[in-house]
């Protein structure tokens, strides 16, 4: 009787667990399929990529992507939702952390913000093709809009509560989140083309200044 319970209990248990295991299993291969379609992407270009390169790549068969994605444009979505996920915490965790921000020196503030920034070459190529991919779908392009107002939303906060420390205030927050993003990104493209030349650097710094000062008003 007691081996009984015993093999009984034994398989509860395991069937208990079943769910778990499949569902890790299950993140284990769409994170894999994410990894490579990240290296794809940056290598070859969004457009010349196949779900069967992908699926190569990965280790997978096609049955594994489509059980995962409905198609690379979802696949993007997905990478974008993540790593954008990824830089908020890292960012925020780090602006966050008022000890390590002197406030009385503007400069070295805006510096201090963009450390922590990630400039990811590669990254830089997948969502400029991307974004020129969008531009010819609009139901992509409405998706894309939604999803840098949520960031551009989830990062602004943070520097008004930034600029209020250094005694100024913010009239327009979604203003000055557009205008930041519109500095950042056109300021990344010139940092990644020109990576070893001092001065692009100082002059990124001075635009992000600029559009601060621009943005705020003494409080």
Known sequence: MSRGGNSVNGSAGEGATSPVRVKRRRSETRQRLLDAAFEAFAEDGLGRCT???????????????????????????????????????????????????????????????????PVDDKWFRITSEFTAHALRHPPLRQVMVAREAAISSALTPVVVRLLERMGRRV???????????????????????????PAVQAQRVDLFLRVLDSYSTPA
């Open 51 to 117: 779900v069967e390169q992908l699926c190569d790549r990965a280790g997978y068969t096609r049955g594994a992507f489509y059980s995962n994605f409905t198609s690379l444009d979802e696949l993007f979505l997905a990478m974008w939702e993540q790593r954008s996920a990824a830089m908020l915490a890292q960012v925020t965790a780090f602006l966050d952390d008022d000890t390590a921000i002197d406030v009385s020196d503007p400069r070295r503030v805006v510096e201090h913000i963009l450390e922590a920034v």
């Open 171 to 197: 009239p327009d927050p979604t203003a000055l989140g557009r205008a930041l993003v519109a500095v950042h990104d056109g300021t990344l493209a010139q940092c990644l083309l020109e990576p070893g030349n």
